[in-house]
């Protein structure tokens, strides 16, 4: 593991991941709602969305430590017109704010939904172009002939979608378990209300503060019963199933990207062949077998879903989350044979 750069793994590896949470609820949202209703694929999404913002928060505040001096940090952002560098920290800031800001209007229901899903897109599009950004730094080292290709950006956006669709299809199981958990014990409903969006008290009066509401909101959004039949199951059970699905196709993506960089750096140049070689080593080989762990798993998942009643999410909340937790420690394994293939030309 190269140790020396895991600021930056944890930096790009995590903020990957939340951009491509971020795009994966837009595309449920915008798929699943015409079919189950917008409350519906709310009431299924919305916890998901506030797990983004630590996480890129997090990363961010990793990548700092990469730096011998933070407050370098404001002298890369004068070269935002030439510098893919100072491009990713703005393109980062910016997608962390959008992305807070449309938590916090979703969470209170502040404007309408076009003015939220208007905020959204801003956001998946700016996160979009900090995970380009991200990928250009690399790839445009003309003289690091790892780098310098096309399979940096396929492998970065790569790890986006795989990461991003596996998060978001475990917060939605867990947030279903604790709902079917709920309906076991008897715990009584606690749907949102008018009153718990608003700030009233029910009677038109403003006897809600923020704290209030916050806490009401939070308790419906686990308290609310859920059922075999209720259509938030059918809707997350759908949702989890093509997260499933796609989540396969891109590790079978990232397993032919590797086939193909490997083979080109192969023929390349004496520093291209030198990068060749970290891709033959014992911990490269562990992270694509803990990859295809993951894509078993998930597999598993898939069938399970297809093929028996949806009574209790508990196992296949664990199927989900080991498969998420495979697929980070592998991404990180992967980013860390990224950085050890930077042989230069000449040098």
């Known amino acids: 593991m190269n140790l020396h750069e895991l600021p930056m793994i944890i930096f790009t590896v995590f903020a990957q991941m939340s951009v491509g949470a971020f795009v994966a609820l837009g595309v449920i949202n915008v798929v699943g709602t015409p079919k189950y209703g917008r409350e519906t694929i709310e009431r299924v999404t919305d916890p998901a969305i506030y797990a983004i913002g630590p996480t890129l928060v997090f990363g961010l505040i990793a990548s700092m430590f990469h730096m011998n001096d933070i407050t370098n940090t404001l002298n890369v952002l004068r070269n935002w017109d030439t510098s893919w560098l100072s491009r990713e920290i ?7 704010g959008l992305g807070f800001l449309f938590a916090i209007m979703q969470w209170f229901k502040i404007a309408s939904h076009t003015i939220r899903q208007a905020i959204a897109l801003l956001a ?5 172009g900090l995970v380009y950004s991200m990928s250009m730094i690399y790839a445009t080292v003309e003289t690091i002939p790892a780098w310098n290709t096309w399979s940096v950006p396929v492998q970065f956006f ?24 709920s309906s076991d014990n008897g715990t009584p409903a606690a749907p949102a209300t008018d009153s718990t969006v608003d700030g009233t008290d029910g009677d038109g009066k403003g006897g809600v503060g923020l704290l209030q509401k916050t806490k009401l909101q939070a308790r419906s959004m686990t308290r609310e019963r859920l059922t075999v039949d209720s259509p938030d199951t059918k809707a997350g059970v759908q949702i989890i199933r093509w997260i499933a699905i796609t989540s396969v196709v891109v590790g079978v993506i990232i397993f032919i990207n590797y086939i193909f960089h490997i083979i080109n750096l192969a023929t390349g ?11 033959q080593s014992g911990f490269f080989f562990v992270r694509l077998a803990l990859l295809g762990i993951a894509a078993v798993l998930l597999a598993v998942f898939t069938y399970r879903t297809a093929n028996q009643e949806f009574k209790n999410p508990k196992t296949l909340t664990i199927l989900m989350m080991t498969a998420l937790v495979l697929a980070v420690v592998t991404e990180f394994m ?7 293939t930077l042989f230069r030309v000449g040098m």
């Open 90 to 96: 703005i393109l980062g800031v910016g997608f962390a």
């Open 124 to 128: 998946a599009i700016v996160g979009l």
């Open 158 to 181: 790569a790890t986006t979608f795989l990461l991003g669709a596996l998060a978001v299809g475990a917060a939605i199981l867990i947030h279903m378990s604790i709902r079917f958990r």
């Open 269 to 279: 140049v004496p520093e291209a062949q030198l990068a060749a070689e970290e891709y």
């Open 334 to 340: 992967g980013r860390s044979v990224h950085y050890d």
